[in-house]
């Protein structure tokens, strides 16, 4: 016995059938209709067991229908004949194409017609015309239909358009998707249904008039009321909560009872209406929603709530009178004791603040408290904080950080709970903002942090409402006012510079012909550049130049070098260079040593970041280019560093870039130059800054110290080649989602809009690059022109693609299709770049990461940014771009001499979209970050003397930008007023407070002096961890961690975890599902560490570093991250072995330096040191130490011929053996202590140590070989003398060996007696080098006064 509905699902074949009776209840007509005859052929099929047939088994089947005298007739036929099966797609023709618009399949009517081919509609129209309305006559003429279908086409867009589903460009024949059209998509509803809530959706409805309108949809337009069912829907209207207007005659009163009885959980009795109610119910969540999403998208902040209500009571089937924990269906909480709490009407803020006592007395009940108290807490709950800061008078940005309250619980919560973040204007009518926001489980003790740009209204609103919502708990709602009454707005402080309509200047405005050969293409400047010239190349003012990416300002910058070339006169001068990233210097670099280096036969060097290299660099050096940290960490020791004090120019570019991470360096090297130029007698330092347009240039003019006169700051729109910016939202929550319908429009776009012109794509990640790269491909495949992206013949590409490594890249490439990654051979960019070139243009589009918008030194005719948002690992979301970098992808589009204008085309999220607008098209505010990164730089003045006291630090503080800003706009920096008194106090505050923590940390101290008067003062001196922090250019908080972190018994592994704890590793990037990459490669490196936290960034630099150690190959996007992160782990390790010798203890410095040359070499300590040199492996190494060869100084003294029979290399890998060992370290150490008969306790003892390098005299002194390092490094060494015995060091120090070293090294002598020390003579790159050698030293009794006075005398 079965159902009918069950026809498709009861696989059970049978001797006989019996189908009593063909008539079902359809809930969605609202009448009985006949089987389907394919319900009726799947039924009669199961007649019959052909795998009984033999052996006595079925041989026929039999099939009885009982059905009325009407239909007997039809079912005949339908058994004996073949009925054509018709298609009933037209019916749902418009929601179908309104699918299509939304997906983007279908963007035109040319498409839409392509697209109906594909039915099975179209082929029925062919086969039987006249059943779908076509005369002969149509099909004669048109045997391809191809005007029916773009007639109904028209139509089903029509209908469309004036539902407001889409809009419909009947010229042009475009179709463009609306947010009502989305949502009708998304939730599966009709067009009929859309129109309808379009048309009554009001912001003042009540919960009446929402379940009045849900009983409207289209979905339930077939529902009637029977005869047989008026009296219970009488008494249904009588029971239910929410009054119904219509009577119980009236279909919208059933719709809308049967609703509100599934939601009180009625029980019904006519079979007929519970088949309806589960009709209704199976679309009351979906319809509910639909609804919700469209009074979100419209901004009524009260009606949203009460659907959301009304959504989430239909999903839990409970009404708001009910008590919470009814969500829980647990048996643990009885009937009784939810329905006594329900009577005592609690509101329900009160139930967080009971205790069990408390639940008892209410519930009367001694074995529920417990869990009562464990369920309440289990309701998701919200703790808000929020802070205010402006950024225009017209805008402000909210930090809204979130924290949960409450127990997670896998069985209730799952793995994430979803919640709607939502801002209301002070009235709660008006919604400005929305976003969904996603609490994992793995996340939830973590604080969780939210940033929104809100519109400022002018007059100046009281507060905003901060409403965080659960998406599926009732009750679950937080919500916290933030007040705007003590909020100080800045003033409208923005004035542009008006691009003059000048005649361009000829390129021979440069006056020397030597300058003008340097621009072979160029004729003429641009306006902006024509504008400043004079003050650039003509004045030795300070100059500040704003104007938009891609306005020249490079040239400008050269100008500038040009013009101190200039009046120079043929003397030796210098300047410098500093951009925010090294990516910036590395590009202008390879510019500029062709440019003034090749061309000029000026010497052009960049800046390392290793103080010794860099020394000679800027020695030897006119152009010098550095990163702001790299000229930081060189110009704090101006007052002993001559050469920077008498630098002439220093041009600071992307000053815009102050709002960034890398900003308050920028910001403390500019000052500081400042100082250094008003210090300094005599000093010419000329300041030349480059910016995007800026809101607030004229304090940026200020503080470089800039006349009026040369201070230019152009809008946005004054750019050599205009860019048309067009923004696109898309609504999808979910991030994955909503970048992958982006694919198609991204694609599109460059088909219609770019022609043959060059694109770069710009995406969130490299996994995102590599998908798009094949999206295009398959949809490049899918047109009559696959390469129509490819601009030369398959031939003339074919021998740069045989040279291509990467098998994606390859074939991408084949369709005019490029990309670039982090972890690209270099060989493979560099063919990219050229057939990108606008000079070859064989390919026409480039996609690659936002990382790369600094390192691409190309341009095109369109920039497509692929989403605006990146995974941020640190706070688990998926964070906006900085400002700066989507300001640099933007600047791609359009090129000088190419183009005369370009496009930028954005995609994003739907509610950045506002925000996006106001910053793209309007200047870009900037503000100081230097206030919560001036503790290290303080710390760097108090070493180096520059601060002696706190007054010198507010006076320090007046140099920088923040000090023009603080008056300007004092809420942002949490200042709460203008007055001096407001700003003295506030220096004086951040400054007591910085000098309080670095007291705190150890780096410095306070002391009293006494001045000439008499009066007391107190003085701040470097302390021994502050001048390594300073040293070394390490955050002081990284020396705290070490000095308290160092034990005397520390061995190697733990100083692993030590140095990967440094505060500098907080920002290793963390990707989005990394963590579980990280997992796996923790067990591969036999790490057993419990509670790692793979979402960390320090956990991450720790596995990099053991993996590097193990030598095992990881994802390229993970060697990308280890060659940034072991460059900084040398000056750690410096600083630790400092550190360390603080405490005098020998083990674990030794433990240091061993870790050291492993970080360099890539190895553990354990491994034969014959891994250093090229070509060997592990196999290799373990056959030389059973053939009695251990270290690299055995195989040196091998015969050639048992050499090369015992490595088996070829010629070509025995050389570079050779040349590694040739650079090993060869150094004979002898030492001398001085007076060591007359060694007495307490006194200095004087050890003199030469060192002397085997080396030809031709020969170089020859750099460190590394082939896991990947920076250039020349050797360090430790002289240690320490006592074994005692595990203490008497003295530390570094120094480098050239040929030959004379070092004195001096400690104090020990105790009276004799002492065994050891020497140790340790190398910080190579394993197997170093050297130790044990010797005595006699102390005797300490001298009395008068002997050392005698000696004194005799000195």
């Known amino acids: 016995m079965s159902t009918a509905t069950l026809a498709w699902g009861v696989n059970l074949p049978a001797k006989t059938v019996i189908i009593k009776g063909t008539q079902v209840y359809n809930p969605e007509k609202g009448r009985w209709t006949e089987l389907s005859s394919l319900d009726v052929m799947q039924m009669i099929g199961r007649a019959g067991r052909p795998q009984y047939a033999k052996g006595g088994g079925d041989e026929v089947g039999e099939g009885i229908i009982i059905t009325g005298q009407s239909e007997l007739q039809f079912y005949l036929s339908l058994l004996n004949q073949q009925l054509p099966i018709e298609s009933h797609f037209i019916n749902k023709l418009v929601d179908q194409l309104n699918a299509e618009i939304v997906m983007g399949t279908v963007q035109n009517t040319r498409e ?178 639909a609804m919700f999403e469209i009074v979100l998208k419209r901004g009524w902040a009260e009606l949203a709530d009460k659907v959301l209500g009304v959504a989430k009571m239909v999903e839990k089937r409970m009404w708001l009178s009910h008590s919470p924990l009814r969500q829980f269906k647990s048996k643990m909480l009885e009937e009784a004791v939810l329905d006594r709490l329900e009577r005592k009407n609690l509101p329900w803020e009160r139930y967080y603040n009971l205790t069990t006592q408390d639940i008892a007395t209410i519930v009367d009940n001694p074995r529920s408290p417990k869990h009562i108290y464990k369920f309440i ?392 690059t590599y998908d798009i790269v094949v999206e295009l491909l398959t949809l490049c495949q899918g047109e009559i022109k696959p390469k129509q992206f490819l601009h030369c013949s398959t031939d003339e590409i074919q021998p740069h693609i045989e040279l291509v490594k990467d098998k994606l890249l390859r074939k991408a490439l084949s369709y005019g299709i490029g990309f670039y990654d982090d972890g690209m051979v270099r060989s493979d960019k560099a063919i990219v770049s050229a057939l990108f070139d606008a000079a070859i243009g064989a390919i026409q589009v480039v996609v690659a990461p936002y990382t790369m918008a600094y390192k691409l030194d190309i341009s095109a005719f369109m920039v497509v940014m692929v989403g605006t948002q990146y995974y941020d690992g640190k706070e688990y979301r998926h964070a906006d771009y900085n400002m700066a970098d989507t300001l640099q992808m933007i600047g791609k589009a359009g090129r000088q001499q190419h183009d005369d204008h370009g496009i930028a085309y954005v995609m994003c999220h739907t509610p950045k979209k506002e925000y996006l607008k106001k910053v793209l098209y309007d200047p870009y505010p900037v503000e100081s970050h230097l206030d919560g990164f001036i503790i290290d730089h303080l710390n760097a003045e108090i070493v180096y003397k520059t601060i002696e006291a706190k007054q010198d630090a507010v006076d320090y503080m007046t140099w920088t930008f923040l000090y023009r800003r603080l008056r300007q706009n004092p809420n942002y920096y949490k200042m709460y007023g203008v007055s001096h008194e407001h700003m003295s ?159 005098r203890w020998l083990t674990p410095i030794l433990s240091c330096m061993e870790l050291s040359q492993m970080i360099v070499q890539g190895m553990w300590d354990r491994d034969s040191p014959l891994l250093q040199l090229p070509y060997f492996t592990p196999q290799l190494a373990k056959k030389c130490q059973a053939n009695g060869i251990e270290s690299v100084f055995d195989l040196l003294e091998m015969d050639d011929d048992a050499r090369v029979k015992l490595l088996g290399m070829g010629q070509k890998q025995l050389s570079a053996v050779a040349m590694a060992c040739n650079s090993y370290p060869n150094i004979e150490m002898s030492h001398e202590v001085e007076d060591a008969d007359d060694l007495h306790q307490g006194e200095q003892v004087v050890v003199h140590v030469t060192l002397v390098r085997e080396l030809n005299d031709e020969d170089p002194v020859p750099k460190v070989v590394h082939p896991l390092y990947p920076q250039e490094k020349k050797e360090a060494w430790w002289v240690v003398v320490g006592d074994k015995a005692a595990n203490y060091v008497h003295v530390v120090r570094r120094v480098t060996v050239e040929r030959k070293n004379k070092v004195s090294v001096e400690f104090v002598a020990p105790r009276q007696g004799k002492h065994s020390l050891t020497m140790y003579f340790m190398c910080d790159s190579y394993v197997g080098a170093d050297q130790e050698v044990a010797f005595e030293i006699n102390v005797k009794e300490p001298l009395s006064s008068d002997e050392e006075s005698d000696m004194s005398t005799d000195e």
């Open 377 to 768: 807490h289990m309701i998701p709950k919200l703790d808000l904080q929020a802070s205010a800061q402006p950024v225009t008078r017209s805008m402000v940005r909210i930090e809204l950080v979130i924290t949960a309250d409450f127990q997670w619980d896998k069985k209730y919560h799952g793995t994430a709970e979803a919640f709607h973040v939502i801002i209301e204007d002070p009235d709660g009518e008006r919604i400005l903002h929305h976003e969904p926001f996603i609490l994992k489980d793995r996340y939830v003790s973590e604080e969780h942090y939210l940033y929104f740009h809100l519109p400022m209204f002018e007059p100046k609103p009281p507060q905003y409402f901060i409403k965080v919502v659960s998406d599926r708990w009732m009750w679950s709602e937080s919500v916290l006012p933030i007040s705007f009454r003590a909020l100080i707005l800045p003033e409208k402080s923005y004035s542009h510079t008006e691009l003059l309509d000048l005649k361009p200047l000829s390129i021979t405005a440069l006056g020397d012909p030597t300058y003008q050969a340097l621009y072979p293409n160029i004729k003429t400047l641009n306006p902006i550049q024509t504008q400043v010239f004079n003050a650039v190349y003509r004045s030795n003012d300070n100059v500040l130049v704003c104007a938009p990416v891609g306005s020249g300002k490079t040239m400008i910058a050269e100008m500038a070098f040009l013009a101190m070339f200039t009046e120079a006169q043929g003397q030796r001068v210098r300047g410098v260079y500093v951009a925010p990233t090294q990516d910036q210097v590395a590009v202008t670099y390879e510019h500029w040593k062709e440019k003034f280096g090749e061309k000029l036969g000026k010497a052009v060097v960049m800046l390392t970041g290793d103080t010794a290299v860099d020394l000679n660099l800027l020695e030897r050096g006119e152009v010098i280019l550095s990163t702001a940290k790299c000229w930081d960490k060189l110009s704090r020791r101006w007052h002993k560093r001559r050469n920077i004090s008498t630098i002439r120019l220093l041009v600071t570019d992307d000053l815009h870039m102050l709002s960034t991470i890398e900003g308050p360096t920028m910001e403390i090297v500019v000052s500081r130059m400042r100082h250094i130029a008003a210090s300094v007698k005599d000093s010419k330092i000329r300041i030349v800054g480059l910016a995007h347009s800026l809101l607030h240039a004229r304090d940026v003019g200020l503080w470089l110290g800039c006349p009026t006169q040369a201070q230019f700051n152009f809008h946005p729109s004054s750019r050599p080649v205009p860019i048309e910016i067009q923004l696109r939202g898309f609504d999808q929550p979910g991030f994955s989602t909503r970048t992958v319908s982006m694919y198609k429009p991204a694609y599109l776009a460059v088909k219609h809009q770019a022609e043959d012109k060059p694109v770069i794509i710009f995406t969130p990640s490299k996994r995102i």
């Open 112 to 289: 839409a017609s392509t697209w109906l081919a594909y039915t099975y509609l179209y082929v029925r129209m062919l086969r039987k015309p006249g059943v779908y309305g076509v005369s002969r006559e149509e099909m004669e003429d048109d045997p391809k239909l191809e005007q029916r279908r773009a007639d109904l086409i028209h139509t089903a867009a029509t209908q469309l358009d004036k539902a407001n589903l889409i809009k419909y460009d009947r010229k042009a024949g475009i179709f463009e998707a609306t947010d009502l059209g989305r949502v009708c998509s998304h939730y599966y509803l009709t067009a009929g249904t859309m129109t309808k809530f379009n048309e009554h959706l009001k912001p003042t409805m009540h919960e009446l008039d929402i379940f009045r309108l849900f009983s409207m949809a289209d979905e339930f337009k077939y529902m009637s009321v029977r005869e047989e069912e008026k009296m219970e829907l009488g008494k249904l209207l009588d029971q239910v909560p929410i009054p119904v207007k219509e009577t119980k005659e009236n279909p919208l009163a059933k719709v809308n009872v049967l609703l509100q009885a599934y939601i009180s959980q009625l029980k019904l009795e006519g079979f007929a209406l519970m088949s309806d109610m589960v009709y209704i119910t199976q679309s009351a969540g979906r319809v509910m929603r």
């Open 985 to 1143: 106090e506030y220096l004086s505050e951040l400054a007591e407070n910085s000098i309080k923590s670095l007291q705190d940390a150890g780096c410095i101290t306070i002391e009293e002096q006494q001045t000439e008067q008499g009066e007391k003062r107190e003085v701040l001196e470097g302390a021994n961890l502050g001048m390594i922090a300073a040293y070394y250019y390490i955050q002081y908080t990284s020396i705290e961690i070490f000095a308290s972190s160092i034990k005397e018994s520390t061995k190697i592994r733990e100083l692993i975890e030590i140095l990967s704890s440094a505060t500098e590793f907080e920002e290793v990037l963390i990707r989005h599902h990394e963590d579980a990459r990280l997992e796996k490669m923790s067990m591969h490196c036999g790490i057993k560490q419990a509670n790692l936290q793979f979402n960390s960034p320090h956990t991450k630099a720790s596995l990099l570093l053991h993996a590097h150690f193990s030598r095992r190959s990881f994802a390229p996007e993970l060697m990308e991250d280890l060659k940034m992160l072991l460059p900084q782990t040398i000056p750690l390790i410096y600083a630790l072995v400092d550190v360390i010798g603080s405490n």
